[in-house]
């Protein structure tokens, strides 16, 4: 009973698994035994589009059983090659785009690394013109030049200040 409400695709399966020789009934299998064929059961065929002979038939020298069709290579349709060729051509436009812009990007860090060069140098050579400026050689060449200032030939003298002086001065000075 349980047999009943078994599913299609369990008994397919109880089928597949079956020998060959199982699968025969018992009526067909002992009429091949007493006539001294082969026990073993046809060969299953798919079906190939024409009608399989009626059972019973043998085939006879000229008529051989219908063989299954040979597989048919799927064409591609034209509209699936103009969409592989507009998708590969997108895909070429985009990639072409894509190394445009990097070379110009490469052109554009090569102006700037450049124009910085261009920078540090014009930065060092105003560091050295700083430099040269204030050194104490010029420094002292302009002074005996322009104002007349001359260098010391004897050392400076130190003087003595008297701090009661200074004292009766600061005394002596308004207070505020």
Do not use: C
């Not at 409400?5 to 025969?24: G, I, K, Q, W």
């Not at 591609?76 to 060729?85: A, E, H, Q, R």
């Not at 554009?108 to 910085?116: A, C, G, V």
């Not at 930065?123 to 700083?130: C, D, G, N, T, Y």
């Amino acid at each position: 009973m349980a047999k009943f409400f078994r599913n299609s695709a369990e008994v397919l399966a109880e089928r597949a698994l079956e020998p060959d020789a199982l699968r025969t009934s018992g009526k067909e299998h002992a009429v091949r035994a007493r006539v001294g064929e082969n026990p073993e059961p046809p060969r299953r065929l798919i079906y190939s589009g024409t009608m399989p002979p009626p059972p019973g038939d043998a085939p006879t020298g000229d008529s051989f059983p219908p063989r299954n069709r040979r597989i048919a290579k799927r064409k591609v349709s034209p509209f699936n090659i103009i969409l592989m060729l507009i998708g590969l051509a997108a895909a070429i436009v985009l990639y072409i785009g894509n190394i445009i812009a990097v070379d110009q990007l490469v052109h554009d860090i090569h102006k700037k690394e450049i124009r910085l060069q261009d920078i540090l140098n014009e930065q060092e050579i105003l560091r050295a013109r700083v430099n040269q400026m204030s050194s104490l050689e010029r420094i002292r060449a302009r002074a005996e030049e322009e104002l007349g200032l001359r260098n010391p030939s004897t050392a400076p003298g130190w003087l003595q200040v008297d701090l009661e002086k200074v004292r009766e001065i600061e005394e002596s000075a308004p207070k505020r």
